[in-house]
């Protein structure tokens, strides 16, 4: 019996010994990896340098900040030196500085373009509950994204070069974000520069394209001032006049005159259905 008993304590204690091994083991291959996914960040002939700077010998101390695991600290720490700041805003392509450069001069200045804005600037989701998506969709942005002084997303603006038609990936990609767009009412202007052209043709290009997508004021968005759901524009029958009226009426009452929302351009008629009288 006595026997029998120290067996099952020697066995007991084989099993926590082996668990704890295997634990260290474990961390150690995620650390491993997540250095390594970290490694892909950068290109070939930085990847020599950056790895020099990781040897064991110069890892931070790990006092430095004891809450966050050790891993994690050196990974960050280590990568300080591998960032630049970037000289300009928009640099990856050379349209779409010049499409930059149409739209400044198109929109009303009482509204920001702001380029390469990111999907976490604009949408919110479970990104824990769906991290697989997650993982995809942070890393996708839009060109640009005209927004109020206050803000809110107002009109995306997509700049399509030669890769759009080809890579099925970004086909499927550009679908998403256009269907994902329709869903949250905001509209999308695709500026087609796939054929090389002059800088003066994707000027031109450019700011008929707006034009075209956004002929009138119900082609942008327009949020309520009390609940920033959409507007819609409305006809006051007793007035024989047109305002914008939150979608959510009755429940909200929210509404502002015409002449309060900026137009999006000079010149940009209020409702389609007016073009026709
Ligand atoms: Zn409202």
């Known amino acids: 019996m006595k026997k029998m008993v120290v067996i099952v304590i020697i066995i ?4 926590v010994i082996l668990k704890s091994i295997l634990g260290t083991i474990k961390r150690k291959k995620k650390a491993k990896n997540n250095y390594e996914e970290n490694q892909n960040v950068f290109s070939e002939e930085k990847r020599s340098e950056s790895q020099a700077s990781l040897t064991e010998s110069k890892l931070p101390e790990p006092s430095i900040t004891k809450a966050v695991p050790i891993e994690e600290q ?7 030196d591998e960032f630049f700041l970037k000289k300009e805003m928009i640099k990856s392509d050379e349209a779409e500085s010049i499409v930059y450069s149409a739209l400044e001069s198109l929109i009303n200045e009482k509204y920001i373009i702001i380029p390469h804005v990111g999907f976490r600037e604009l949408f919110t989701w479970d990104w824990q509950k769906y991290y697989k998506i997650t993982d995809r969709v942070t890393k996708m942005h839009f060109d640009f994204v005209i927004f109020t002084r206050n803000f809110m997303p107002v009109l995306v603006v997509e700049v ?5 038609e080809d890579d099925p990936k970004v086909i499927e990609r550009d679908v998403f974000k256009q269907r994902l767009l329709e869903k949250c009412g905001l509209h999308l202007v695709k500026i087609d520069v796939s054929k090389s052209m002059p800088n003066e043709k ?3 290009l450019t700011i008929q394209s707006i034009k075209d997508a956004v002929p009138d ?13 959409i507007m819609k524009i409305k006809p006051n029958k007793k007035e024989g006049t047109l305002f914008y009226g939150c979608s959510r009426f009755p429940k909200c009452k929210g509404s502002q005159n015409i002449s309060d929302v900026p137009p999006l351009y000079d010149g940009i008629a209020v409702k389609a259905v007016e073009n026709e009288n």
């Open 12 to 15: 007991l204690f084989a099993v």
């Open 160 to 164: 399509w070069g030669k890769m759009h």
């Open 217 to 229: 004021r119900e082609k942008y968005t327009v949020y309520c001032p009390k609940c920033k759901a």
């Open 74 to 80: 050196y990974l960050l720490l280590n990568f300080v």
């Open 202 to 204: 994707i000027k031109e």
